[in-house]
T-cell receptor, first 115, second 117 residues
């Protein structure tokens, strides 16, 4: 069975601080995809990134960066110089080749960025 | 393209009432699914469909029915609403972006907030 754990339920930072959201996953498959989604207060789910299990390169997109480490089954997400607009719930999710179109979500991390 | 649309946006039901949550997509995606989101639990899969006429159960199917008569529509039916079904419901459709097996991109609708009293 698959599992995604986001141990940080809530994080609060002051604007311009860096913040890292942790994601640890469990799967028996060798081929899988990891995702991060953002859910702002308006409620919609916004896709941020996907990474396949064979691509361990870190990725940077503006103030966002992702660190994928298969050795520790982690896919952490860092926001540099946080802004108030980053306040949202962030979800990590996992899919695999077997039930490929079904996502297993973590419980989410509520990030609050204070001005 | 409108993407994935859901109606209604909000709904209040009384225990025992029935209703259908509507979901439609105009991207010709074969795969569609329904998730529910509860506080502290992330999203959990209710039912999914791999094409018209084919549906299957997800992690939390009890109390819900689905059918898929067309590629575009995937309604979720609550036959006898219960307070435990108070939640936010998301519909999603997906397509393959190629590459490795399992390379699917999911598009989510805006959600339906349901309250059962």
């Amino acid at each position: 069975a698959q599992k995604v754990t986001q141990a940080q339920t809530e994080i609060s930072v002051v604007e311009k601080e860096d913040v890292t959201l942790d994601c640890v996953y469990e799967t028996r498959d060798t081929t899988y995809y990891l995702f991060w989604y953002k859910q702002p207060p308006s409620g919609e789910l916004v896709f941020l990134i996907r990474r396949n299990s064979f691509d361990e390169q870190n990725e940077i997109s503006g103030r966002y960066s992702w660190n994928f480490q298969k050795s520790t089954s982690s896919f952490n997400f860092t926001i540099t110089a946080s802004q108030v607009v980053d306040s949202a719930v962030y979800f990590c999710a996992l899919t695999n080749s077997g039930s490929a179109r079904q996502l297993t979500f973590g419980s989410g991390t509520q990030l609050t960025v204070l001005p | 393209n409108a993407g994935v649309t859901q109606t209604p946006k909000f709904q209040v039901l009384k225990t025992g009432q029935s209703m259908t949550l509507q979901c439609a997509q105009d991207m010709n995606h074969e795969y569609m699914s329904w998730y529910r989101q509860d506080p502290g639990m992330g999203l959990r899969l209710i039912h999914y469909s791999v094409g018209a006429g084919i549906t299957d159960q997800g992690e939390v199917p009890n109390g819900y029915n689905v059918s898929r008569s067309t590629t575009e529509d995937f309604p979720l039916r609550l036959l006898s609403a219960a307070p435990s079904q108070t939640s936010v419901y998301f519909c999603a459709s997906s397509y393959s972006f190629g590459g490795l097996a399992g390379a699917y991109e999911q598009y989510f609708g805006p959600g339906t907030r349901l309250t059962v009293t």
